[in-house]
């Protein structure tokens, strides 16, 4: 008894130590709280009044957010005077998921937007720029309609940029908005939350990275046939189905019409991937993007990738808006310079964020050239001349 006394006391303190090295570590490196409630990147959403949104002030390890539940800095509802502000939605791809903390494509965007100002309007009226990331993971197009009608829409954006998640269409169900819940209980912070050990998702995290990849493949085919015998016959997507491509243009669409009901200019920019035609896939990931979008194949997911560039671009020239065609842009890089600029299937490390808000940063300076921002206007010019229905700039 008195052995085993021993082990039992010596377990908890190797416990207790592991925990509290856990939480040091969260607490230097991240900023974290050592007694904070967060204990998933799922912690950082909240669905109340106004649909599901980014949970205000909450952080977990380096994702961080701000008053108005968005990713970035400290800014106010109203908008400062001389401030050109751009608003980013998507999803996770958007939010940033691997990048290095302030590495995400909206931060490196505003860093390059606020060098082409002080450029050209050093002493002009627009002399200040800041850009709201207002992506989520998980967050579809009809969520961010719904988002942008019931909280970005006060903070008055001149312009708002959508990398919409393409493949959500290959859900189970075509994606929807959650409806706003005013009665959505706060985020708890009971003595269980708070001391939820950390120490958990370290060992998971650890013993799935020391998985041999063909163990881990063989793992995920399991989890994936078990799934299909839940399902009848023909449930699964081997090919491109045209209606989740359709509601994907109507969505599409009613997100530009949205943009512009709240007073901005809108800007696409196709969905990128991994996956670049004519180079071998990589199984792996192929295999890992399935687990997320089960009813489909990892052959149709790209598929539906691409077709839905096409898309993305047809309604960016039937509504007179400027495109971004990222996925084309990113490929042709991965192919002609053998870089990877993505951490897994489709979120970007820290070179692709960099690629994609070059890019962007490029076709927002044309834009705001052509308008005559860049030309020292008065702040007020972008948003006016888009009430006023003025085409929002050039080809596609």
């Known amino acids: ?135 989520l993971f998980g967050m579809a197009i009809p969520t961010s309609i719904q988002d942008l009608r019931l909280r970005v829409a006060p903070t008055h954006p001149d312009v708002v940029v959508a990398y919409p998640p393409s493949p959500t269409y290959l859900q189970d169900e075509l994606p929807r908005a959650a409806p706003p819940d005013s009665g959505a209980p706060r985020a708890g912070s009971s003595w269980k939350r708070l001391l939820y050990p950390r120490a958990l998702g370290r060992v998971r995290d650890q013993v799935k990275a020391l998985l041999p990849l063909r163990v881990a493949n063989w793992i995920r085919g399991r989890d994936a046939r078990q799934r299909l015998r839940r399902h009848p016959p023909g449930w699964r997507f081997t090919s491109v189905p045209q209606d989740r491509l359709a509601a994907y243009d109507a969505d599409l669409r009613a997100l530009v019409g949205t943009i512009r009901a709240i007073g901005a200019i809108p800007m696409l920019a196709t969905h990128g991937n991994a996956f670049p035609p004519g180079m071998p896939p990589n199984e792996g990931l192929l295999h890992t993007w399935e687990q997320f979008y089960p009813r489909a194949t990892g ?98």
């Open 1 to 135: 008894m008195k052995r085993f006394g021993l082990v039992i006391s010596l377990f908890a303190v190797f416990a207790i130590a592991f925990e509290g090295t856990c939480r040091i570590e969260d607490r230097i490196r991240y900023g974290m709280p050592i007694f904070s409630p967060m204990r998933q990147e799922e912690d950082l959403v909240v669905r109340d009044r106004l649909g599901m949104h980014g949970r205000p002030n909450a952080q977990y390890e380096q994702f961080a957010l701000n008053s108005l539940g968005m990713r970035g800095p400290e800014v106010s509802v109203a908008k400062p005077a001389r401030t050109l502000r751009v608003v980013t939605v998507g999803a996770s791809e958007t939010f940033g998921l691997y990048e290095t903390a302030g590495r995400e494509y909206p931060r490196q965007l505003e860093d390059s937007l606020r060098a082409v100002i002080a450029g050209a309007c050093a002493a002009g009226s627009i002399q200040r720029v800041e850009v709201l990331n207002a992506a």
């Open 299 to 396: 052959t149709t997911i790209v598929a539906f990738d691409s077709a839905a560039r096409l898309v993305t671009l047809r309604v960016a020239r039937d509504s007179g808006v400027v495109v971004v065609d990222a996925q084309t842009l990113l490929h042709d890089r991965i192919a002609r310079d053998h870089v990877p600029l993505f951490a897994d299937y489709a979120h970007f490390n820290n070179a692709g964020a960099t690629v994609m808000a070059g890019a962007v940063a490029r076709a927002m300076n044309e834009l705001l050239a052509s308008r005559g921002a860049l030309a020292c206007a008065p702040h007020t010019t972008i948003a006016a001349r888009s009430r006023a229905g003025a085409p929002d700039g050039g080809t596609p």
